[in-house]
């Protein structure tokens, strides 16, 4: 086999493939071979055995499950890499024509959890504008397009706003009061489904798109999305943080998550440029602050010197 | 019989009688609910095609900047030395900044007065894969560097989309990604000559590029990655899909072994083309060990995706076709198998090729069983002439489209389009020659 | 019996039911009837004679317009039935057509039941009130066609899987049970043996009290046993015309008579 | 590449064997062919097929074992040979046959025959490996999983934190709804463009308007679920739903009901146009000759005579909707939720095998193998419809024929 | 010439070239043929007389196993060609029928031209060695059928664009192109005026010389004209078979003597 070859996370993907393009325009090795399919297709693939005809790179927009490395070592993929190549922020936006809004990660419960609290008693949420939810916001009627439950981003979004909303708003609470702890959890990440909340299973030209057919929605994207995209979609601040590379690598723009590359070692030497991809990827030039990868919007890890360093010295997991 | 009733009450044949114009009158009714049909068909037809066909004709037209470009030997071969290997040291940045700097000093030539111009405007103007164009150049030929070229290179996706409409001062403003400035710049190289609009055979030769560069993506490995599918497809589905369909309604005994068959084929049309995905990596990838993201293992796939399609279209020919005539042939002493290749395969012609028209139509347009095979997938790569070509990598030209509507930047879109246009034109070109045929073979009994 | 009919042969104008008027018929190039004319009384057996491929079927088809349905074939003339021209704009084939009922030369039956074949001329034109009187006619016309005792106990078995004889014989029986003014019958004895052959005459016979009948036959005899009128062609043309036992006792044209007798085919 | 020199070779020998098998036919004739059993041509084709055939044998059968690593990659050569050996030998037994006796059409056709036979069991092969493909990792689901939740509850909710809820029924429910408000478009549409296309459009417009239909089924679906999203759901959100009370979601059923039957109308059109325009034309001089209007011919008689075919198209075109990811997506949303108004969100198994399979969840996990258990179970299902189809096929056959 | 007959009707247990024993054929749970026990001799013309749908063509189709292609019939006993069992399971039914030609009841060409309608049997038997070959077999079967003066300027045009007595002739014509050593013939004059028919009757004689001809026909003038050998079938039995001068002129059965003067049918 001539070329690497990459799968896994459509996340990941435009970030591999700009890596991908550069390693092939500036390297001797083929431009490797960047596949889609989702964060498990990759790791199912990468995880089938060794060979030539496994892939040699698995794309994740999470963290590999213990479950996973499991699956891989009883197919004997032992020796895995883990490279973190950046973060990825998530922003909420909505169409230029429409008001601008400041959340709080309160609102997105308030507006969109099945069950609020509201004087003190669990209720069903009946909210029809964000206005009803707080009223320092736009009276534009709720509708969301949040990623569908396949996404990684939903995971992130549940935890990182829903269940923190939660949290803030007290419901959480009352909720473990009144349901106990587990089903407090729960209760806290079902969302409505009148219809107010849109699971969208495809991905972000998708939101966009429903966005353009339905002007008062409001979408999650991926921040490099928005940033490729601003002409038409207005971002909403989180807690009053705009976001931005710089907001989130200081941490200051709570929602992000770590983007991964994992690394079949036993394909290092055997098949030409593993390695050498890998490094490139999370090199200085590349994925480094000023690099094309940030310029895309990609959050540079702060702490890419040791993830550089892990590289090169083969680091694999426990 | 004498007290039979009579058919028509009215003596006169010009005047219509009450239910005969009942009749007529349902006769036209009938019509034209087949012509609406047809009309509806034709209309939604033409609305898809004038969609795509507006949405993508951009895709054929492209922004070049032509610019002399020193070739600065101290960034470009700083031994000196003109060795291309050690030349291919130098990354595509530095031709980047060699680029830059060769703009630079056209824009300031010019002498223009642009409010909030910034020097990062005027680089953006560069498309990100000039660099790696002129990197190449220069390589093949070291000789180059220190001289002045004229280089003619792809502009930014941004501004291309300002010649298409697609970027308005208004929206510039709101983008980072440009500035009214940067546009304003734009319309004074064109008026100085050094921008122009024509026409993007790169499009159809290039290979995909990454979501920075969408003035350089092109549809190169997908048409050829397609056209090895199509080849697989077509060399394996149709002739054993219609092998198949002669044995059941020809030779197969009425039993319940071909019940069997006959349920299981109608049945695998059903199944969801994801789950011959999972088939084909279940047994040609995982099992029979070839090469993942290869036309071959495509081809294979679609073609097991496509037989029912056939089978089902060539037994309803077959089935139609009026036994006298197997008894005909039968009758002078042909075998069942002549009956068939002599007689009745002819006359089924016409219902195979639909079969086939609309089964390839469906493997040429399909994603789903691609993704898991790995065929969804960014390559940069031309794969080889066949045979050998066959178990490179590609790309195939539906995966080229979903892979593009997914990509952030707006500019894809009408590239999706494009490359949706091209996959029509393959399909027409494909069943050309099979609607021909079909005319050929098509007769009344 | 055939003091009646010459009589009948110095018709008044209004006896003419058929009236054809310098017909041509064109099959692509080739002409297929040249300069036809005749005229077709009403309650008369008509015989159409002739060599085989000489244009019989094809003027027949001419008679109810089912030329229409071949593409190549092309008609030039006038045929007017009732003094109707039924090539004109107003006339409506359908209506035509079921005034002018037509049994072909190859059995046709449809893949339906028997009954269902025959049920089916009356179903369109609504000729039954109710099942039962459907039933009727359906029985009525079968025993005309004198296929009655032989499917009787399978009218709902499929008619394609009956004889060739039966199929020929239902064909007639469907045709009958549209009860059409005029009734074309393409050779409709050919696969019958003397006895349905006998059968079907005499059900001709009946139908001419009140119709007309045009028959194509081969038989010189049955054309002289159920037919008045007699038309011979030959290549195309009509060569003579007239009364049945004018046309086989003294025939005016030599082709005429060497046909009869047996000399050109 | 040893073993495609050894396929040219074999090539080579059959056209070898082909003249020579004719030629000794020709020879045992001597002067009257009709001697001979089966005419010459067939001998050398029996002898062409008897080198080919071996050969090809041998050499899938090493490739195949050589790419699954059971032999050596190096045993190319060995395998050519084995194929060339197969292929002369092949050859010397056909040519030796060659003659006056020899059964040589009998002979060829049983090849083709077992070829034939071959090529049908590619469709058992496949159901058999479709079901092995799938088994494995539904079993593992259902070790995780309920049986009962999985089939019988209503809720759909996977979960990236466990604890999912993936019962089937809402996804059951929408893949019906949807693929009956498609079929409900593309039949008629299909099946009067068919009769209008054959029966009365004139030969222009039809080699116009068939292939012109054609290109429907080739529009890339993403084409259509876009359509569905930017143009017909908002249409009928604004026009129809809205004004009726009954929601006001951008996606529903209709949605992707009514683009998909367009999408299908081509399936049913095309292949009954075929069919239709099979059916003898003396069938339908009968009815005309009855005066029946050309739509009373054509549905008392044409129609039935092309039933059978033109329920295989519709079956096709029923398969298609079942098996439809995209438009479904953009068009129905992903919502799985049971409810007979249609301009609500629903989905669809597909789509859900998909998704799952595609996403981001851990891959050992329920919420991952779900697709496997729901590819399955589709198969289960449609198998049975399909059941059930052949036998009113069947029965409404028998009255005829 | 029956004097030659008479004599050949002591035959010898070589000359009989078809001998059913016990046949039975069902059409699903109908039975159309009874017990059926006949030898058929070899250069001979032998009649199949009887009420249509009477199981003539039933039978014929089973002497060279026509009725394998339809699913619903079966067959019991024992039919012999040559003394060799047809129903054998070493029989190829291919080999069989280019032995056993068939002529159709309902004429069924090819959607082919005329030439290759003729040309089929002798191209896939390999009859002629080259075009000339071929082109005289055409010629001179579609002679012996009476047709090549109709249709000699048009042999490239499509068979089904024949009429119906065209047709015909067009599909004995390309039975006999073959040449098969027995001929079954299908009513093969239904829709043929008498001169073509005079004509096809003469090429039956000539046949005869060589080969044996089994003819199913309604009209008693011709199976006593051409055949030697008469078998009456009535309601699915073999009611009476002998020689055809005996069976018009002494029959034995009294069905028989009822069918032949026409009292039952
Ligand atoms: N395919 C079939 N399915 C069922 N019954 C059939 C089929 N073919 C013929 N029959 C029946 O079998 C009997 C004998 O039919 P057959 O065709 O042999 O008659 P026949 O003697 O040739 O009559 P004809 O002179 O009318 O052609 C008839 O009653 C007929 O209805
Ligand atoms: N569809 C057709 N296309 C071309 N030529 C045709 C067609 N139908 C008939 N003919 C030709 O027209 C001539 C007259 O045919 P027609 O069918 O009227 O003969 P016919 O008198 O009915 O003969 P038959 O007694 O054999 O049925 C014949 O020469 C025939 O070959
Ligand atoms: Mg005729
Ligand atoms: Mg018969």
């Not at chain 2, 004038?50 to 070049?64: E, L, N």
């Not at chain 4, 893949?175 to 099946?191: D, K, M, N, R």
Request: hydrophobic residues 45%.
């Amino acid at each position: 086999r001539e070329q690497v070859q990459v799968a896994g996370s459509s996340t990941v993907l435009p970030y591999s493939t700009i890596v991908a393009e550069l390693f092939g325009e500036n390297t001797d090795f083929g431009t490797p071979v960047i596949e889609s399919g989702g964060s498990s297709t990759g790791l199912r693939r990468f995880c089938e055995g060794v060979g030539e005809n496994t892939i040699d790179i698995a794309n994740s927009s999470r963290q590999i499950r213990d479950s996973e490395v499991e699956e891989c070592a009883a197919n004997g993929v032992t020796d895995i890499m883990e490279v973190r190549i950046g973060y990825d922020g998530i922003v909420f936006a909505s169409a230029q024509s429409g008001a601008s809004f400041a959340f709080t990660p309160a609102d997105w419960f308030n507006a969109l959890s099945a069950k609020v609290v509201r004087d003190g008693a669990i209720v069903d949420n009946t909210a029809a504008s964000w206005a009803e939810v707080n009223p320092e916001l736009a009276d534009q009627e709720i509708l969301a397009f949040v990623p569908g439950t396949r996404h990684g981003t939903r995971e992130v979004f549940d935890e990182k706003v829903i269940a923190q909303g939660c949290e803030d708003s007290g419901a959480l609470e009352v909720f473990t009061a009144e349901l106990g702890e587990e089903e407090a959890e729960a209760a806290c990440m079902t969302l409505r489904t009148d219809g107010r909340s849109v699971d969208i299973d495809g991905d972000y030209t998708e939101t966009l798109a429903r966005i353009g057919s339905s002007p008062n929605g409001i979408g999650v994207f991926g921040l490099s999305f928005y940033e490729n995209n601003m002409d038409t979609l207005q971002v909403a601040t989180m807690s009053g943080v705009t976001p931005s590379t710089e907001t989130i690598a200081s941490g200051e723009y709570p929602v992000s998550r770590p983007l991964f590359i994992y690394v079949k070692k036993a394909h290092i030497g055997v098949i030409p440029g593993v390695k050498e991809f890998a490094e490139f990827f999370v090199s200085d030039a590349i994925a480094g602050p000023d690099g094309p990868l940030a310029a895309y919007g990609l959050v540079s890890d702060p702490e890419l010197a040791s993830v550089q360093q892990a590289v090169a010295d083969e680091t694999t997991m426990q | 019989m004498t007290d039979h009733p009579r058919a028509t009450g009215a003596k006169s044949l010009y005047v219509q009688d009450a239910r005969t114009r009942r009749r007529n009158a349902a006769e036209k009714r009938f019509r034209a609910y087949g012509l609406t049909a047809i009309v509806i068909a034709c209309t939604m037809l033409a609305v898809l095609v004038f969609t795509i066909v507006r949405d993508g004709s951009g895709a054929f037209r492209q922004t070049y900047l032509s610019i002399p470009v020193a070739l600065d030997a101290q960034v470009l071969d700083p031994k000196g030395n003109r060795d291309p290997a050690e030349m291919a040291g130098v990354l595509t940045l530095s031709y980047g900044q060699v680029l830059d700097r060769a703009l630079d000093a056209a824009v300031a030539g010019l002498d223009l007065q642009i409010e909030g111009l910034e020097s990062g405007d005027i680089d953006g103007l560069i498309s990100r894969d000039a660099s790696a164009q002129l990197r190449d150049r220069v390589l093949a030929d070291p000789d180059l560097v220190g001289q002045t070229v004229d280089v003619n290179v792809l502009a930014n996706g941004r501004i291309d989309g300002y010649f298409k409409g697609r970027v308005t001062m208004e929206t510039a403003a709101r983008d980072a990604n440009t500035s009214p400035a940067q546009l304003m710049l734009a319309d004074e190289l064109v008026k100085a000559g050094l921008l122009v609009t024509r026409f993007n055979a790169g499009f159809l030769t290039a290979a995909d590029a990454s979501d920075q560069r969408p003035e350089a993506a092109g549809v190169g490995v997908a048409i050829l990655g397609s056209l090895y599918m199509m080849l697989v497809v077509l060399v394996l589905a149709v002739p054993i899909g219609v092998a198949a369909s002669i044995y059941l309604e020809e030779f197969a005994p009425r039993s319940r072994w071909t019940d069997l068959i006959e349920v299981n084929i109608a049945n695998l049309a059903a199944v969801p083309s994801i789950v011959f995905g999972i088939l084909g990596l279940a047994v040609f990838i995982n099992f029979a060990g070839l090469p993942a993201s290869a036309p071959i293992v495509g081809g294979l796939v679609l073609t097991l995706m496509t037989l029912p399609t056939i089978i089902i279209a060539t037994r309803a020919a077959l089935k139609a076709v009026p036994p006298s005539i197997r008894d005909a042939a039968l009758g002078v002493g042909a075998s069942r198998m002549q009956t068939v290749f002599h007689h009745v395969l002819p006359l089924a012609a016409p219902g195979i090729l639909t079969g086939t028209i609309i089964g390839l139509a469906q493997a040429l347009g399909e994603t789903a069983p691609l993704l898991l095979i790995g065929m969804v997938a960014f390559v940069r790569e031309f794969p080889a002439a066949p045979p050998e070509g066959l178990f490179d990598p590609a790309s195939a030209l539906p995966v080229q489209v979903y892979n593009w509507t997914q990509r952030s930047d707006p500019a894809f879109v009408e590239r999706a389009s494009g490359a949706i246009i091209v996959l029509l034109i393959f399909l027409l070109c494909m069943n050309l020659l099979a609607i021909f045929l079909r005319r050929k073979f098509e007769r009344r009994w | 019996m055939y003091d009646t009919i010459r009589s009948e042969s110095a018709v008044s104008q209004q006896d003419i039911k058929i009236s054809a008027r310098d017909v041509q018929v064109f099959y692509g190039e080739k002409q297929a009837i040249k300069d036809l004319n005749v005229e077709i009384l009403d309650k008369t057996v008509t015989a159409f004679i002739g060599p085989s491929g000489c244009g019989k079927s094809t003027f027949l088809r001419c008679i109810n317009r089912m030329n229409d349905t071949i593409d190549s074939a092309r008609i030039a003339g006038r045929i007017t039935i009732d003094g109707e021209d039924i090539y004109d704009r107003r006339i409506d084939p359908v209506q035509l057509r079921a005034k002018v009922g037509m049994v072909f030369q190859k059995p046709n039956p449809f893949p339906k039941s028997i009954y269902d074949n025959v049920a089916y001329g009356p179903r369109i034109h609504g000729l039954a009130r109710g099942k039962a009187e459907l039933d009727e006619i359906v029985e009525r016309s079968l025993r005309g066609a004198a296929l009655w005792n032989e499917v009787k106990d399978r009218l709902s078995e499929p008619g394609t899987g009956l004889s060739g004889g039966q199929q020929q014989r239902l064909c007639i029986a469907r045709a009958v049970a549209t009860s059409p003014e005029v009734l074309l019958m393409d050779e409709p004895c050919s696969a019958l043996d003397p006895i349905a052959t006998s059968q079907v005459e005499e059900l001709i016979e009946q139908l001419r009290t009140q119709f007309s009948v045009v028959i194509v036959t081969h038989s010189m005899q049955q054309a002289a046993r159920v037919s008045q009128k007699t038309a011979f062609f030959h290549l195309g043309n009509l060569v003579e015309y007239g009364d049945t036992d004018d046309i086989f006792t003294k025939p005016r044209d030599s082709r005429t008579e060497a046909y009869i007798s047996g000399r050109i085919g | 590449m040893p073993m495609s020199w050894a396929l040219l070779a074999a090539i080579l020998l059959a056209v070898a064997g082909f003249l020579l098998g004719r030629s000794r036919a020709h020879a045992t004739a001597a002067q009257d062919v009709r001697t001979l059993h089966s005419r010459p041509a067939y001998h050398g084709m029996n002898a062409a097929l008897a080198v080919m055939l071996p050969a090809l044998v041998v050499l899938i059968l090493a490739s195949g074992l050589r790419m699954s690593g059971v032999i050596p990659v190096a045993s190319g050569p060995v395998a050519g040979l084995l194929a060339l050996a197969a292929a002369v030998a092949g050859l010397g037994w056909a040519v030796t046959r060659a003659g006056r006796g020899f059964r040589a059409r009998n002979s060829v056709e049983r090849m083709v025959l077992g070829l034939m036979i071959f090529c049908s069991m590619i469709a058992i092969a496949t159901t058999i490996g479709i079901v092995l493909s799938l088994i494995f990792e539904t079993i593992s689901f259902f070790r995780q999983y309920s049986l009962a939740d999985f089939f019988f509850s209503t809720v759909w909710s996977p979960r990236f934190e466990g604890n999912s809820r993936l019962g089937m029924l809402p996804l059951l429910w929408g893949t019906l709804y949807i693929s009956f408000i498609a079929l409900l478009v593309a039949v008629p549409i299909g099946l009067l463009a068919a009769i209008y296309l054959s029966e009365y459009a004139s030969p222009r417009l039809r080699s116009i308007a068939k292939p012109a239909v054609e290109v429907l089924a080739g529009i890339p679906t993403i084409v259509y679920g876009l359509f569905a999203l930017v143009t017909v759901g908002p249409m009928l959100r604004d026009w129809i739903a809205q004004p009726l009370g009954l929601g006001n979601s951008g996606s529903s059923v209709m949605t992707a009901g009514l683009v998909m039957g367009i999408m299908l109308i081509p399936f049913v059109s095309s292949l009954s146009d075929d069919i239709i325009n099979a059916v003898p034309q003396s069938l339908r001089d009968g009815a005309l000759g009855l005066g029946s209007t050309p739509s009373e011919t054509v549905r008392s008689v044409v129609l039935p005579a092309a039933l059978p075919g033109i329920v295989g198209a519709i079956l096709l075109a029923a398969s298609r909707a079942i098996g439809e990811t995209m438009i479904v997506v953009l068009g129905a949303g992903a919502a799985a939720t049971i409810s007979a108004n249609p301009f609500e969100a629903m989905t669809t198994i597909t789509v859900k095998i998909v998704s799952q399979l595609t996403g981001d969840n851990d891959f050992s996990s329920p919420e991952t193998l779900v697709a496997f258990a729901l590819g399955l179970t589709l198969f289960v299902i449609t198998l049975g419809l399909n059941v059930i189809a052949l036998i009113i096929v069947r029965k409404y056959r028998e009255q005829y024929e």
